[in-house]
């Protein structure tokens, strides 16, 4: 008896080619993005890309089996149609696990090609096989080897393009090109592999009642199309987060740059500021070193202390406008003084400084000295009048006039000889000229006994809201009031704590004192918020959590009154420390801020792995801010980067009322300065919050009072 006839509908044949194609595409996809991804990253898109692929190429078999056409009524068993689905996503899986691999040699691409190639021709023979054709089809055994050698070719195509599309920036054409060849050749497969079945003229379909053509065609479409399409969607949707993504990258970078640039530059002339001019004399100091270890005599470091005379009258005069005009000026004029090598820096106000490094003992600072001077000499036009300044120059030499770090304060020393001198000169540094030190040892052993008599206290400088202007915090400062020195610096004895082994005594009484006061306000009736400051060593005390938590307990307030504010410097000079000791503060409720935010590294990547709650900005970006566009701009950054990122800013130092406009224009959200209040005692806080407030009712009655009276009339 003759075979059945058998035929393809070509709608059905373009369509199994069409979604063989688009789940190569996906699959493609898929391949692109192991690239770079973290583990767990790279895992989930290989899940979803061999989903994606395995149902895709699967769907596309059924359809081409759909298009075959038998004179008798045919169905589909579910155990081996759910088993050809099952070969279809492990060998997706297993092509793109080999693709994903660092390397693709030669016998690592074919014995992927063997594995895959089985599984794709398992998919095709399990699907033909779910007809479930009595008596059984034959097999045309050539045809069948031709088959899968046909699938081992399309696997070993399809691994090398996966891994061209992982591996290179490959643009959309040479993936749509990779997705059409590899989809044909899936389709050259299937059709090979029915050539090769014959089905005898008394066949039957045993699974006539199982999956029928209509309603495994509605699954084919549900699955292949909306399975691939949605992979397709996320995948879009992902490259555009990291479009995004990349760019929102760019602006941190780009603020981090400027930020770093501000942190070493002087705002006003461009010049190196003190950090900055420390880094580059520490440099020039082991050049030196080396130097002498080469037998270079006479090499030499020369610092030149320069400051401006007569500079506080132009201000004053004539406005700060005019003073920065004078000092970009004196600027420029110094950069053209020097020699290519040397380099001039901005300590602040009218202070410059220049470090020459001399190789031989022929060069002559006073020479450089002279120059500068005749430079800073010539008048200066300003847009109200000329104006003419002179300079004192100090000279200090390293090692004749040593040691090392006390380098730049012995220039300063020799410039106030050439001001005592009457100025627009020049003087040497002599050792009559150094002061008289401290004498440290005592001062220490004062330190010891200063908590158990009484000499340590707090004084609290209010933080003023940059939107109401209501006080709700304070940071509490230390200071010392020694018996016989009087007010001694925290500039001089923190230092000396740290040195001696005593600021963790005096940081835990500042966290004592610091939620005792708070307590002390709360009897009163007013909720105060108190921030303190921590230190490196303090950081690194594992008890520190629970020091705070029991002082916190101690004395009864919430932990959110109480913030901790650590330097930016401090923070991320110790980042693993600081993550420790943050994370923990975090855990018990108490907020964290990084202080000095600016003057240190000014890193922003690291502000995401610190559960830091705020920022304050260092002084030094509000010094400018009313006559400097840049430091606007660079403030502006700071606080909206802050705020996307959840923080919230505070500006110290501000100290004139066009400062406090421009910062709350910014959106800053708090305010700390001279402007507002010095640091005062506690028993001065609330008297100042109260009559503060009283000025602020009557002021805003003031301002309403035209409004209601308008009204009225």
Not at 390 to 401: D, F, K, N, Q, R
């Amino acid at each position: 008896m003759p075979n059945l006839p058998t035929s393809h509908d070509p709608l059905g044949v373009a369509c199994s080619l069409l979604i063989a194609a688009f789940a190569c595409h996906a699959a493609l996809d898929a391949s692109q993005r192991l690239r770079g991804a973290g583990k767990r990253l790279a895992t989930r898109w290989w899940l979803a890309g061999s989903l994606a692929m395995g149902t895709g190429l699967w769907g596309a078999n059924f359809t081409a089996l759909l298009a075959l056409t038998l004179p008798i009524p045919i169905g589909y068993g579910v155990g081996l149609t759910a088993a050809s689905w099952i070969a279809a996503v492990l060998a997706s899986a297993t092509a793109l696990f080999v693709a994903s691999r660092d390397q693709l040699a030669w016998p690592r691409l074919w014995t992927g090609a063997l594995a895959v190639g089985a599984g794709f021709a398992a998919m095709h023979f399990l699907g033909v096989s779910a007809l479930e054709i009595a008596p059984a089809i034959q097999w045309n055994r050539q045809v069948v080897i031709g088959t899968v050698v046909i699938a081992i070719c399309a696997s070993a195509t399809a691994l090398e393009a996966f891994f061209l599309a992982r591996s290179t920036r490959r643009g959309k054409g040479f993936r749509l090109a990779s997705a059409a060849v590899m989809g044909g050749l899936i389709c050259a497969m299937h059709y090979a592999g029915m050539a090769a079945a014959s089905f005898a003229g008394e066949s039957f379909c045993l699974s006539e009642d199982g999956l029928s053509t209509r309603n495994l065609g509605v699954l084919l479409a549900a699955c292949s199309v909306g399975l691939v399409g949605a992979f397709e969607l996320v995948a879009h949707l992902e490259a555009r987060m990291r479009v995004r993504t990349a760019s929102l990258s760019a602006r941190l970078r780009s603020a981090n740059d400027r930020l770093r640039q501000r942190a070493l530059r002087d705002p006003l002339t461009s010049l190196p500021n003190r950090l900055l001019f420390d880094k580059l004399m520490a440099k020039a100091l082991m050049r030196l070193a080396a130097a002498v270890a080469d037998g270079r005599d006479g090499a030499k470091v020369v610092v030149l202390y320069i400051d401006l005379d007569g500079f506080k009258p132009v201000n004053d005069a004539l406005g700060h406008a005019v003073g920065d005009l004078v000092l970009k000026e004196v600027a420029a004029r110094l950069r053209a003084s020097v020699r290519a090598g040397d380099t001039v820096a901005r300590l602040g106000a009218d202070e410059f400084v220049m470090l020459m490094e001399c190789e031989t003992a022929l060069v002559d600072p006073v020479i450089a000295a002279r120059r500068i001077v005749e430079a800073i000499g010539q008048t200066i036009a300003t847009p109200q009048r000329p104006i003419q300044i002179s300079c004192s120059v100090g000279i200090a030499t390293y090692p004749e006039h040593g040691p090392r770090e006390r380098l730049v304060a012995h220039a300063d020393a020799a410039m106030g000889e050439a001001k005592r001198a009457g100025g627009n000169t020049w003087a040497h540094f002599e050792e009559r000229l150094e002061g008289p030190r401290p004498e440290m040892l005592g001062l220490q052993n004062d330190l010891r006994f200063a908590i158990e008599q009484g000499q340590l206290e707090l004084h609290y400088q209010p933080k003023v809201d940059g939107r109401t202007g209501e006080t709700h915090g304070v940071e509490a400062l230390l200071r010392w009031i020694h018996p016989e020195h009087g007010f001694v610096s925290p500039v001089v004895f923190i230092p000396l704590a740290e040195r001696f082994g005593l600021i963790g005594k005096l940081g835990n009484w500042v966290i004592d004192e610091a939620c005792r006061q708070v307590e002390a306000w709360a009897a009163e009736g007013v909720r105060m918020n108190v921030a303190i400051n921590l230190s490196v060593h303090q950081l690194r005390e594992s008890d520190l959590v629970e020091r705070i938590e029991q002082a916190l307990l101690r004395h009864n307030i919430d932990a959110e009154q109480l913030l901790c504010e650590i330097t930016e410097s401090v923070a991320m000079g110790d980042v693993k420390a600081t993550q420790a000791a943050f994370s923990g503060l975090a855990h018990i409720g108490v907020l964290l801020s990084i202080d000095d935010f600016g003057t240190g590294y000014s890193s922003l990547s690291y502000l995401r792995r610190l559960p830091a709650r705020q920022l304050k900005l260092d002084r030094s970006f509000v010094m400018d801010l009313e006559t400097s566009s840049d430091a606007r701009a660079i403030v502006s950054a700071v606080v909206h980067l802050a705020h996307d990122l959840g923080l919230g800013v505070v500006a110290e130092g501000v100290e004139t009322a066009g400062q406090r406009d421009v910062l709350t224009g910014l959106d800053c959200d708090e305010l700390q300065g001279y402007l507002f209040a010095k640091p005062m005692r506690a028993h001065e806080v609330l008297p100042w919050i109260a009559a503060r407030s009283a000025v602020a009712a009557v002021e805003a009655a003031r301002i309403s009072a035209p409004a209601r009276a308008s009204a009225l009339g």
